[in-house]
Structures are given as structure tokens and as C-alpha cells.
């Protein structure tokens, strides 16, 4: 069975930081792109930040960039997003992405940003 699995949302107030993980099981992680993507009520699913195999290279949407961080542990199956600054915009369900030949996906964790 493959799995990916979201833990670290929450609620935090503006300004905060949270570290999401995706912890990844019944694959070859290390030859997977980790991706993280997010959906806000209303909108369309948006790439967040994503990682190569080897960790030599990221990207992120403008809307994150200098706030967020992805990186990945091949030793230990599992991806990161560290998230600091963050705004009410960052609002949404948090999905954890595989992606090779297909797409794999988590079920999504919450991040509220509210005072």
C-alpha cells in the first residue's frame, strides 16, 4: 500500500511558523519530486513548493518565496515544508504530493492562520 501521510497543521496567529511533514510508505521515495500544494476554500488547488530526487533543487510560488522552506530526508521517507511569516492568505488544506510516472497524493492537513 502506498501511502502519504500530512501531520503538523494547525492553528497559528499571523506572523507564525509551523513545519508540516509528509511521512511516505510503499514506495521509492528517493525517486519521487516532493511537492507541496495547497487548496483554500473557493480556489483551485496551487502548487506550493516543490523538491527534486536528490534535493539539488527547489521552487516555490512568488506568494511564499522568502517565507517557506521544502526539503526532504531520503533516510527517512519523508518531506518538509517550514513555514515562518505566515498571513490569513496562507490559509488553506495542505497536500503532500509524490510525483514520478504518476501522482500520489496525501489526504491534506489544515493550516489556519487567524488572531
Known amino acids: 500500500q502506498v501511502y502519504l501521510v500530512e501531520s503538523g497543521g494547525g492553528l497559528v496567529q499571523p506572523g507564525g511558523s509551523l513545519r508540516l511533514s509528509c511521512a511516505a510508505s510503499?514506495?521509492?521515495?528517493?525517486?519521487?519530486?516532493m511537492s507541496w500544494y495547497r487548496q483554500a476554500p473557493g480556489k483551485e488547488r496551487e502548487l506550493v513548493a516543490a523538491?527534486?530526487?536528490?534535493?539539488?533543487?527547489?521552487n516555490y510560488a512568488d506568494s511564499v518565496k522568502g517565507r517557506f522552506t521544502i526539503s526532504r530526508d531520503n533516510a527517512k521517507n519523508t518531506a518538509y515544508l517550514q513555514m515562518n511569516s505566515l498571513k490569513p492568505e496562507d490559509t488553506a488544506v495542505y497536500y503532500c504530493?509524490?510525483?514520478?510516472?504518476?501522482?500520489?497524493w496525501g489526504q491534506g492537513t489544515q493550516v489556519t492562520v487567524s488572531s
Open positions: 504530493n509524490a510525483r514520478r510516472l504518476v501522482n500520489l
Open positions: 510503499g514506495f521509492t521515495f528517493s525517486k519521487y519530486v
Open positions: 523538491v527534486t530526487k536528490d534535493a539539488d533543487s527547489t
